[in-house]
């Protein structure tokens, strides 16, 4: 199947401080990106979705302010966690759609860990 | 919008045994259904899709079964290994269009 990294894998900040998490499709262009973010022991909650040189659409209830998406190529989209908190602390997960109307499969990264002291 | 509910949260079974997890779904016109695996501190990764034109699909030991009229599919794992113990995940979808999870399955499998 098709790759999807991320970087870094894990990450540790400062209350205050952003992060910058990297999600690149390797093998394989990817028109579309999801963000996804999941508590322990619970399941992915998507954020939002990125198109390629396009804004991103944010799930109801996610600060675009506050969790920036970049989509500038059709193998990386970022996402910046802007001004972060102990309570952005999460294990966050991109995902890359490869094929289009019916026949496509999305491909999830292996998720970045982030702790905010 | 999409909701998935996904049964049961825990499922313990003996190596050698079958595991079904269920999932409901409440938008007809989703499509799309993918089970995903996830092992500890890791991504999900796809181990089975069905499309809503099939009504069962199956790789080796592992099977998926689709119910349109009732809005409902299911994961079936025989001969379990201990190496299939992870959380599973089933999600629904309309051409991979904003895609809803289920809550998960934490599956172990006890030698």
């Known amino acids: 199947g098709a790759v999807v990294s991320q970087h870094p894998s894990w990450v540790i900040c400062k209350s205050g401080t952003s992060v910058k998490i990297e999600c690149r499709s390797l093998d394989f262009q990817a028109t579309t990106m999801f963000w996804y973010r999941q508590f322990p022991k619970q399941s992915l909650m998507l954020m939002a979705t990125?198109?390629?040189?396009?804004?991103?659409?944010?799930e109801q209830g996610v600060e675009k302010d506050k969790f920036l998406i970049n989509h500038a190529s059709l193998t990386l989209s970022t996402l910046t966690v802007t001004s972060a908190h102990p309570e952005d602390s999460s294990f966050y997960i991109c995902?890359?759609?490869?094929?289009?109307?019916?026949?496509?499969?999305?491909?999830f990264g292996p998720g970045t860990r982030l702790t905010v002291l | 919008g999409e909701n998935v509910e996904q049964h049961p949260s825990t499922l313990s079974v003996q190596e050698g045994d079958s595991a079904v997890i269920k999932c409901t779904y409440s938008?007809?016109?989703?499509?799309?259904f993918p089970w995903y695996k996830q092992e500890l501190g890791k991504g999900p990764q796809l181990i089975i899709d069905?499309?809503?034109?099939?009504g069962e699909k199956k790789d080796q030991r592992i099977a998926v079964t689709l119910n349109k009229t009732a809005k409902h599919f299911s994961l079936h794992i025989t001969e379990t290994q201990p190496e299939d113990s992870a959380v599973y995940f089933c999600a629904a979808a309309y051409n991979n269009n904003d895609m809803r999870f289920g809550a998960g399955t934490r599956l172990t499998v006890k030698p």
């Open positions: 938008d007809s016109a989703s499509n799309y």
């Open positions: 995902s890359a759609r490869v094929g289009s109307g019916i026949h496509n499969e999305q491909f």
């Open positions: 069905i499309r809503s034109n099939v």
């Open positions: 990125s198109n390629e040189g396009s804004k991103a659409t944010y």
